[in-house]
């Protein structure tokens, strides 16, 4: 569901950016619906919104923020494909920063995964550093979107953390909280007025997001950081698919190769605890 409501949120980004409106419009137009909803979710639950431990929920609102930023400048000049396929190396990071923060043992089949992805992104990033002749793609943002990934990754590892004392809902509502305010400072005067394709189109990027971040953080909560992450890598054959449909973008031989290694490795990552665990029942990991 996660992967589903994000790959949607994704393609109306990108969307969105042919209107001309600014990345930090769209990001200040995500965090006002995503505040709303999360707000009435916190009220509904009779919570309260400030939650318990307030600095790692400012500092996972902080962090996600700015992934943020780098994931939708990304989307908004890089084909949908390729990058969602480079903020999807996230499971990557996770599970190294989960190792050294939340002592999460990483198993042999997250190794694997590792490993797949690193070979997999070789292929769809520089392509000619394999195959001589073939088209890269633009460093700058390949450099954005891995940052995005990065970003990424350290706000579930926050998340997972914060999963032991918080509500989900709460968790949520400081993404938002966070991001509005610094993505109006960063937008300043560039503000466009939205048509109202665009309109509708920036009010679906909230709804949809809310969406995504409800599931993802259900799933971090009953699930090992590195693993509940590898799930989502489903999202890239939705891009895939909404990158064809919507803007015509045909990913080339080295990104279907490299995103195969990717999306393979990350099965294994998600499948191999139960092999591993029938081959040798002494290396179960129990959370």
């Not at 990934?149 to 400081?174: H, M």
């Not at 991001?179 to 937008?187: G, T």
């Amino acid at each position: 569901m996660s992967a589903l409501a994000f790959a949607i949120m994704t393609a109306c980004v990108k969307l969105v950016s042919t209107h001309g409106i600014p990345v930090f419009e769209i990001v200040a137009a995500r965090a006002i619906v995503s505040l709303i909803i999360s707000y009435v979710d916190v009220r509904r639950k009779r919570l309260s919104v400030w939650g318990n431990n307030k600095k790692l929920l400012i500092a996972r609102g902080a962090v996600g923020s700015l992934a943020l930023i780098c994931v939708y400048f990304a989307v908004t000049t890089l084909p949908l494909a390729e990058a969602t396929l480079l903020q999807y190396l996230h499971p990557v990071f996770t599970a190294i920063l989960a190792l050294i923060f939340l002592k999460e043992r990483i198993q042999r089949s997250t190794i694997v995964c590792i490993i797949f992805c690193i070979i997999g992104l070789l292929f769809i990033v520089s392509p000619s550093m394999v195959f001589s002749g073939a088209a890269e793609l633009p460093l700058f943002s390949v450099v954005v979107a891995l940052l995005g990934a990065l970003g990424s990754a350290i706000a579930y590892v926050i998340v997972k953390r914060l999963s032991g004392t918080e509500d989900s809902s709460v968790i949520i509502f400081y993404f938002p909280l966070m991001a509005l305010p610094l993505s109006v400072f960063l937008l300043g005067n560039d503000f466009v007025m939205p048509d109202a394709e665009a309109l509708l189109l920036l009010i679906l990027i909230g709804i949809f997001t809310q969406i995504g971040q409800v599931g993802l953080t259900k799933a971090m909560q009953t699930e090992v950081a590195s693993k509940a992450t590898a799930y989502s890598y489903v999202q890239v054959v939705f891009s895939i698919i909404f990158g064809w449909l919507l803007f015509s973008e045909i990913p080339s031989l080295w990104t279907w190769v490299g995103g195969g290694l990717i999306i393979l490795g990350a099965l294994i990552n998600v499948l191999g605890s139960f092999n591993f665990n029938a081959l040798k029942p002494t290396d179960v990991v129990r959370d």
